[in-house]
């Protein structure tokens, strides 16, 4: 997204939360926090936040989490299990080209299905159904929520901190590079 952009963003936030003051030190801050984004999809997120019926202006990062909500692939573990089933069975068994056909559908099952263990998930008759199915369960909640947390941290620079996944943009370096006096 461009500057110009990202001020016609702000206009209209300023119209959807009239009793905002968004001053031009804060617009520039949410500015870093979107700039990765297409216009198109920060505008859709405020959007979407505008009619979830939210009282207050959303600042960059409650943006950029809509934002990352709304545009991401992510099933729930049900459908993960469905999917992982079918490529399980006779798609490929046990000779990974169900779990390519699995990555294709899903990145998220193929993921978790490879942290349970493809080959131990496609031993059928092995394990109870209810309980092969609810480790998966387990499994892709842990998998899908690490996802988000990476993706909502994406280009924070990590400092030394494992948690965090590294990034090439360092804030920093990105505000002093700013242009001065432009209005937000």
Known sequence: MKEAE????????????PQSNITHQAGDLWFLDLSEFEAEQVEASITALYRDGREFCPNGAQVRLKL?????????????YELAMKAAGPMGGHTGDGLAWLREQSRL????????????????????????????????????????????????EAGGLDALP???????DVVRALPRGKAA
Request: charged share 30%.
């Open 166 to 172: 590294s990034g090439p943009k360092k804030i920093g």
């Open 109 to 156: 099952a193929a993921d978790a299905v490879e942290s349970y263990g493809w080959r131990d998930f496609c031993l059928n008759g092995t394990i109870d159904e209810g309980t092969r199915r609810a480790q998966f369960r387990d499994v892709f909640k842990s998998i899908a929520a690490r996802s988000e947390r990476d993706q909502r941290y994406t280009g924070i």
């Open 6 to 17: 990202w001020l016609e963003q702000l206009a209209i936030m300023q119209l959807r939360w």
């Open 68 to 80: 990352l909500e709304l545009r991401t692939d992510q099933i729930d573990h049900g459908r993960a």
